[in-house]
């Protein structure tokens, strides 16, 4: 049978529009309640319809601990001055172990056991710039970093530490006014998620309404250059990433992310519209903004229910039947959002993505990280994704796309040239035609494609190109983790006339 049409329009539901709101939840583990916080009463707040949402497991990572964040540049590099001279000792001892034991460890000196912690523990006690680039070489390189960096990667992804109460109550102070707490009728004094920038709470509203309230950490928007310049050092000194990640570029990206990421005045901008261009579809639910308890650096939602995505799909929490439902809404979203809106949420944290198992409800949250694409690259991107799920008889057509978008520069020798394509080839297997669906829950793209992906490191003449859309929901081994249960006819969806009505851009 044919595929679904994309995102199907529907009127809005009373079920969507009184769906319970947004939160960014980024890692789980069960926490004591928190404390509360009781207020008066404030008319005038214009508020968004919602209603009082299951429980729904959103709770802070257990790896993340209460410790106030160091505000002032230089105080922040005072740390990591103080982490250099501590994995110099750690390195030292290290070595002193292996000339007294005979062993042969695999791992460099400078990332034994104990150096992997203290970077791990350095980056998610000054989050921010450092926490972000971590988090960004977890998510897009992990497979061609050494294991004791992978571990370490793995570590800040997973959690950041948490500002104090006083810190908290200074910061949504001056953000929002002495009389902030008029506004709210509870607040969770304990974060429901931490992550590189800001963290969460669970807050009601006087009128009973739950909202989510992201508040940025002090100091994080002005230490960037400063804290992108230790980063630098630092990895350098340890020399655990490869030369052909381009790290100036990755930290060049990390700081055009940050600048953008910080503005939560813009992450309110892009929630709306996101919000807007969804509004007449019932399958994802999008929170919305309540601007008067919302700043630059304090950003205030409607609460959404539901579990992280990857969360309830490892807890068994959504059947076969909709796993598959799921996963091809999601595919349908990415396709949208790269050729009909021209606007994506490019964070590949699928955390960002909600399910609430009792009313099937899928929710998309946090929309920090969004990237606008114009027409001609759209158009180039997808005839370079058709000509690698066309197969290897198109390799002229991929290297011409390639070249065309800024991946190849056109010098490239014959070995880097192969191992682009043949990488390019099985990216694009998902949406080759054929007769046999394509099955997703058993292919292993990335690992198929680790030696290529070495070669490329090695042989590339090229940094990334900075607007690719950041789109794991495109690849097999980054597929959403509700890990399909029968196989799809992928190209089926992008050949289908519901998608050719998404691309105007042709």
Sequence with gaps: PPPPPPLAPAAVSAATESAPAAARAETSASRPTAARATATPSAGLDLPAGGAPPADGQ??????????????PATRAIHFGGLGIGLAAGAAAAAVRRAVSGEQEAHPLLMN???????????CRLRGAALKVGQMLSFNDADVLPPAVRTLMERVRNGADWMPAWQLEETL?????????????????????????????????????????????????????????????LVTYTGV???????????????????????????????TRFKKLLSPYTELAVPAVVPQLSSKHVLTTEWMAGLPIDKAAAEGAIE????DRIGERLL???????????????????????????????????????????????????????????????????????????????????????????AAVLVGRPFADGEQPYDFGKQTISKRVTGDVQTMLRERLTPPRKVTPHAPRLSDDTRPPTHRARPVRAGDLLASPEAQRLLPCL
């Design 113 to 123: 056991e104990a150096n992997v912690e203290r970077l791990a523990a350095t980056l």
């Design 320 to 323: 076969p039947a909709e796993r």
């Design 59 to 72: 709770t802070l990572s257990k790896m993340s601990t209460q410790r106030s964040i160091p505000v002032h």
């Design 241 to 271: 990433v490869p030369p052909g990640l381009y790290l100036d570029r990755v930290l060049e990206v990390a700081r055009e992310e940050l600048l953008e990421e910080c503005d939560y005045e813009r992450e309110a901008a892009n929630t």
């Design 332 to 422: 349908w979203l990415t396709l949208s959002e790269l050729f009909k809106f021209r606007f994506m949420q490019t964070d590949p944290n699928w955390s960002n993505f909600l399910y609430e198992p009792r009313t099937r409800q899928l929710s998309m949250i946090d929309f920090g990280a969004c990237r606008e694409y114009d027409a001609p690259f759209a158009a180039s991107y997808l005839r370079l994704v058709r000509a690698c799920a066309d197969g290897e008889a198109q390799r002229e057509a991929i290297l011409h796309h390639s070249r065309e978008l800024g991946f190849l520069t056109g010098e490239e020798g014959r070995t880097m040239l192969d191992a682009h394509t043949r």
């Design 173 to 233: 102070r001056r953000e929002l006014g002495d009389r902030w707490r008029e506004h709210v009728e509870s607040f969770d004094e304990e974060p429901v998620a931490a992550a590189s920038i800001g963290q969460v709470h669970r807050a009601t509203l006087v009128d009973g309404r739950r909202v989510a309230i992201k508040v940025q950490y002090p100091g994080v928007s002005d230490s960037i250059v400063s804290d992108l310049w230790s980063m630098r050092q």
